[in-house]
Nanobody, 124 residues
Framework: QWQLVESGGGLVQPGGSLRLSCAAS????????IGWFRQAPGKEREGVSC????????NYAHFVKGRFTISRDNAKNTVYLQMNSLKPEDTAVYYC?????????????????WGQGTQVTVSS
């Protein structure tokens, strides 16, 4: 069974950095596209970034473009989200998800497996 486990969240000051990890088990990452999402209290879950199964294609939400970088290490079966220049509005629970397709879906509803999430809090 596919399983995803996020880690790396925590409390960071504005302008700081964090690296989130999404470790996969039960499948290899190149079996599907992997996305990062976030959900703040009282808000809908929104897409942050996605990487295709090959790793050659990535995309980012406009509000993180230039600050966040998604990458993958197939040897470790892990996808990362490097978050720099963090802002208070980045505070949310961050989730990774896997889609049973090569390319990133256009909607969160096309992702088949989800992790449990990791809390990111940006505050001074």
């Amino acid at each position: 069974q596919w399983q995803l486990v996020e880690s790396g969240g925590g409390l960071v000051q504005p302008g700081g950095s964090l690296r989130l990890s999404c470790a996969a088990s039960g499948f290899t990452l190149d079996d599907g596209a992997i996305g990062w999402f976030r959900q703040a209290p009282g808000k809908e879950r929104e897409g942050v970034s996605c990487i295709s199964s090959s790793g050659y294609s990535t995309n980012y939400a406009h509000f993180v473009k230039g600050r966040f970088t998604i990458s993958r290490d197939n040897a470790k079966n892990t996808v990362y989200l490097q978050m720099n220049s963090l802002k208070p509005e980045d505070t949310a629970v961050y989730y990774c998800a896997a889609a049973l397709r090569r390319n990133c879906p256009s909607t969160k509803y096309s992702f088949n497996y989800w992790g449990q999430g990791t809390q990111v809090t940006v505050s001074s």
